[in-house]
């Protein structure tokens, strides 16, 4: 079946720093990507789609200077925090469609992002 | 505002039994849903989906009923098993938004042996 890898799984940082967490579709190609983010014992919360070859779209109130996307290639997205905060502590997952036409999302297995 | 919804955050129950857990959504342009669980610090998992053209489709052990008059989705887990004991999410995804998927609050499902 369709898989979807993150890097890192865990990752601490110093606040200031930036963190870029990857997002590899490994069996099928994924021109569109998701990016959510989780607090703790709350929901997933869409921050962007990440369009192979083009700008990420970004959802109301996810700062686009913040949270960098890009998505050079078919099999591979990234997200940058910039600037990371103590704030900016959460859950990262990133998701794609499992092949084209495909209508459900394949989940990676998330990035825990502590910032100290 | 758009949103989709869980009318009970935690669910216990006894393994064996049968569970329900609901969710409502307030988008009637939405055309298809889906369930997922979720484990402590992992990713979502794909459970099961339906079209807004159907009202139910099962699974192994799990059936989702949609009732779109009402705006109102469930999930219905057969058996219970200590395994399942997870956070349950519907999703739902808005007609024509590029396949985004918007996220109910989710539903604890504990199962006590």
């Known amino acids: 079946g369709a898989v979807v890898s993150q890097h890192p799984s865990r990752v601490i940082c110093k606040s200031g720093t930036s963190v870029k967490i990857e997002c590899r579709s490994l069996?099928?190609?994924?021109?569109?990507m998701f990016w959510y983010r989780q607090f703790p014992k709350k929901s997933l919360m869409l921050m962007a789609t990440?369009?192979?070859?083009?700008?990420?779209?970004?959802e109301q109130g996810v700062e686009k200077d913040k949270f960098l996307i890009n998505h050079a290639s078919l099999t591979l997205s990234t997200l940058t925090v910039t600037s990371a905060h103590p704030e900016d502590s959460s859950f990262y997952i990133c998701?794609?469609?499992?092949?084209?036409?495909?209508?459900?999302?394949?989940f990676g297995a998330g990035s825990r992002l502590t910032v100290l | 505002g758009e949103s989709v919804g869980l009318h009970l955050p935690t669910l216990s129950v006894q393994e064996g039994d049968n569970s329900i857990i609901n969710c409502a959504y307030s988008?009637?342009?939405?055309?298809?849903f889906i369930w997922y669980k979720q484990e402590s610090g992992k990713g979502p998992q794909f459970i099961i989906d339906i079209r807004s053209n159907m009202d139910k489709r099962q699974g192994q052990r799990v059936t989702v009923l949609l009732n779109k008059t009402v705006k109102h989705l469930s999930l219905q887990i057969a058996a219970t098993q200590p395994g399942d004991s997870a956070v349950y999410f519907c999703?739902?995804?808005?007609?024509?938004?590029?396949?985004?998927?918007?996220f109910g609050q989710g539903t604890e499902l504990s199962v006590k042996p």
């Open positions: 990440s369009n192979e070859g083009s700008k990420a779209t970004y």
């Open positions: 999703a739902e995804t808005p007609g024509n938004q590029g396949g985004k998927l918007i």
């Open positions: 988008n009637s342009a939405s055309d298809y």
């Open positions: 069996d099928f190609q994924a021109t569109t």
């Open positions: 998701s794609a469609h499992a092949g084209a036409g495909a209508n459900v999302l394949t």
